[in-house]
């Protein structure tokens, strides 16, 4: 199994600018979650799905992210006008359906570095 | 949301135990401990999880205390490959029928632990 697959793998563009991050969940798996790691705030949950529908949308900073998964094996995360201050490392991860009597882990994707300038 | 205390940082030599530790005394009485680690630029892998019993797998063991308000996880001989930021993490209940929290995972700062050769 080639794991969680995340592009593009570095990002780099002008404030201003609309950058779309993809994610390809690990097939089967039907919980998928999109996170943001900075310094500042360290790991933080912007959005999960649960088979193909969302959740809980919580975590998302404000109107300019947006994110949508048409289908069980692809998902984006949109900004659109990007800031710098929404330069990040974004994770996507998957799991299979957990319930309250067992846990399935989180597998995340190797992430995607974000630079707005 | 439950919080958990780890200290920010912990140095190991190679080939010796490191035991890091966990505060969440405001721990509920359906909360998972879960720990997870960040290796340098990659994503989070899981660990390690228990609810009550201390827990042994191929990678770490879990002691948990017995008024559940502490952990600890227990790293038998340390590598220089487990060089990483460790989360510590209570899982928000489930409830399957509400649909809802469905495996979300609160990460704190985590534990920077060192590996000296």
């Known amino acids: 199994d080639a794991g969680v697959i995340q592009s593009p793998r570095h990002e780099v563009t002008e404030m201003g600018q609309e950058v779309t991050l993809r994610c390809k969940p690990i097939?089967?798996?039907?919980?998928l979650f999109w996170y943001r790691q900075t310094m500042m705030r360290g790991l933080e949950l912007l959005i999960y799905?649960?088979?193909?529908?969302?959740?809980?949308d919580s975590g998302m900073p404000e109107d300019r992210f947006s994110a949508k998964m048409p289908n069980a094996s692809f998902s984006t995360l949109k900004i659109q006008p990007s800031e710098p201050r929404d330069s990040a490392v974004y994770f996507c991860?998957?799991?299979?359906?957990?319930?309250?009597?067992?846990?399935?882990?989180?597998?995340f994707g190797p992430g995607t570095r974000l630079t707005v300038l | 949301d439950a919080k958990t205390t780890q200290p920010n940082s912990m140095e190991s030599n190679e080939e010796e135990p490191v035991h890091l530790p966990c505060n969440h005394s405001?721990?509920?009485?359906?909360?998972?401990i879960h720990w997870y680690r960040q290796l340098p630029s990659q994503g989070p892998e899981y660990v390690i999880h228990?609810?009550?019993s201390n827990v042994n797998n191929r990678m770490a063991s879990l002691a948990i205390a017995e008024d559940r308000k502490s952990s600890t996880l227990i790293l038998h001989r340390a590598t220089l490959r487990d060089a990483a930021v460790y989360y510590c993490?209570?899982?928000?209940?489930?409830?399957?029928?509400?649909?809802?929290?469905?495996?979300?995972?609160?990460f704190g700062r985590g534990t920077q632990l060192t590996v000296w050769p």
């Open positions: 991860a998957s799991s299979p359906k957990s319930s309250a009597l067992s846990y399935n882990e989180q597998f």
């Open positions: 097939s089967g798996h039907n919980s």
């Open positions: 799905f649960n088979n193909n529908v969302p959740i809980d």
């Open positions: 405001t721990i509920s009485g359906t909360d998972y």
């Open positions: 228990g609810l009550t």
């Open positions: 993490i209570l899982r928000d209940p489930l409830d399957p029928d509400r649909g809802s929290t469905l495996g979300r995972l609160y």
